[in-house]
T-cell receptor
Framework: GESVGLHLPTLSVQEGDNSIINCAYSNSASDYFIWYKQESGKGPQFIID?????DKRQGQRVTVLLNKTVKHLSLQIAATQPGDSAVYFC??????????FGTGTRLQVFP | GAVVSQHPSRVICKSGTSVKIECRSLDFQATTMFWYRQFPKQSLMLMAT?????????EQGVEKDKFLINHASLTLSTLTVTSAHPEDSSFYIC???????????FGSGTQLSVL
């Protein structure tokens, strides 16, 4: 992940719509990628992960897409709900090494 | 998922004092724990990797004498912020891996405010 910046980008979506959160990573050798959700004043919560030998993985209402060619990761949330409002971080690592976090995106869901 | 407990959740201290933060893996053994720091509206920055029974590995720019890490058992790692100053005020978060599983499980974080 690229951990830079003082201002979190914000994505505002209407309840029920789909959300797409994007992330760029810098280490082309990274082989493991993960998305976390962080609510205010709390620690990050695991959402979904993917390995470099895959380009798509689905969970419950969430899908992660990996494009290794352009070093891009995305998180898709279907039928976004108010409870999905949080900051979302991507992270990457190499061979079970330390996780490096991206900048983060704030998701705001409005009725 | 696995549970990581972090204590205290919030601490306010005077400048010059030391503060200890505990991180426990409640239902699993963690040979490796990680300590992160997070400023408001910013991402998590890895401070150090805590290894049970050996010295911690610090990231570049993190003062090891300032941030003392002890990993005395497979379920407990502590971070001590020594001689804390206002610039040390931040949200500190610990995490641990469950065996060979690569994903990290995080504690609930500690908000440190140094007056």
């Amino acid at each position: 992940g690229e951990s830079v910046g003082l201002h979190l980008p914000t994505l505002s979506v209407q309840e029920g719509d789909n959300s797409i959160i994007n992330c760029a990573y810098s280490n082309s050798a990274s082989d493991y990628f993960i998305w976390y959700k962080q609510e205010s004043g709390k620690g990050p919560q695991f959402i979904i992960d993917i390995r470099s030998n895959m380009d798509k993985r689905q969970g419950q209402r969430v899908t992660v897409l990996l494009n290794k060619t352009v070093k891009h990761l995305s998180l898709q949330i279907a039928a976004t709900q108010p409870g999905d409002s949080a900051v979302y971080f991507c992270a990457d690592s190499l061979w079970t090494d330390k996780l490096i976090f991206g900048t983060g995106t704030r998701l705001q869901v409005f009725p | 998922g696995a549970v990581v407990s972090q204590h205290p959740s919030r601490v306010i201290c005077k400048s010059g004092t030391s503060v200890k933060i505990e991180c426990r893996s409640l239902d699993f053994q963690a040979t490796t724990m990680f300590w992160y720091r997070q400023f408001p509206k910013q991402s998590l920055m890895l401070m150090a990797t805590s290894n049970e029974g050996s010295k911690a590995t610090y990231e570049q720019g993190v003062e090891k004498d300032k941030f003392l890490i002890n990993h005395a058992s497979l379920t407990l790692s502590t971070l001590t912020v020594t001689s804390a100053h206002p610039e040390d005020s931040s949200f500190y978060i610990c995490s641990a891996r469950l065996g060979a599983d690569e994903k990290l499980f995080f504690g609930s974080g500690t908000q440190l405010s140094v007056l």
